[in-house]
């Protein structure tokens, strides 16, 4: 399996690397990377939705980011620290390629040595990630989202992590000692909170670690649109 390999400047200028053409479904994999250079902190953006995704973290990498792409290859915009993923096809195609050929995904590195706020939009599916070696400053995700796994890293002052449009089937993990606030509008159903389970629950609910107000760091995940399937722990 031959695989591509594309580099450009980081600092002072926008740089692009093509993706897929609209129809064009390689079955080949496709590496993407960009040099940290003087970058001090990263913002990672998904803004036609993102599917397949599993998430790393290595704080000694020399690059900025490092992405595996197998199946339709997205087009990436690097800008200073902003690393943009956009797919330039419908997902209509997308998941005609899916369903004939079944390869398909996208394994994202990113440099644990600065921090990073992450935002997807359009929506998301099949998100997995190892994120615990990250210097996480926001999570925001608009479109809703199904099957959601994350570990998250130990928190530095306030960390929001925003859901808008719903979610389904989300897993957060959290390290031991740490405190967590979950407020769901729209709704709930099978909610996991440090361990006490909820069933069906009213249209606004509000579930948090003890003491939380004097906690001075601290996770604050916000839902709207409803949720199901829902776990924040610690481990």
Known sequence: MNASHHEGPVSGE????PGAHRGDFSDESHIISAPLGSVSQGLLRFTSG????????EPEMPELFRARCAGPSPQVRVN?????FQYPFSWADFFRHVMTWGSHGLELTLNGSIPWQ???????????GDLSQLRLGALDVSGGASQLSLRLPKPSGIVPIQIHGGVSHATFHRP???AARLEINGGAAWLSFDGNQLGSVGEYTRLESHAIEDRLSRY???VSGGASHITMDTR
């Open 80 to 84: 200073g620290g902003a690393v943009t």
């Open 50 to 57: 993102a599917s397949q995704v599993s998430l790393h973290v």
């Open 118 to 128: 992450l935002e997807f939009g359009g929506g998301v599916s099949n998100i997995m």
């Open 14 to 17: 926008s740089q692009s690397y």
């Open 176 to 178: 031991v000692g740490t």
């Open 220 to 222: 604050e995940l916000k």
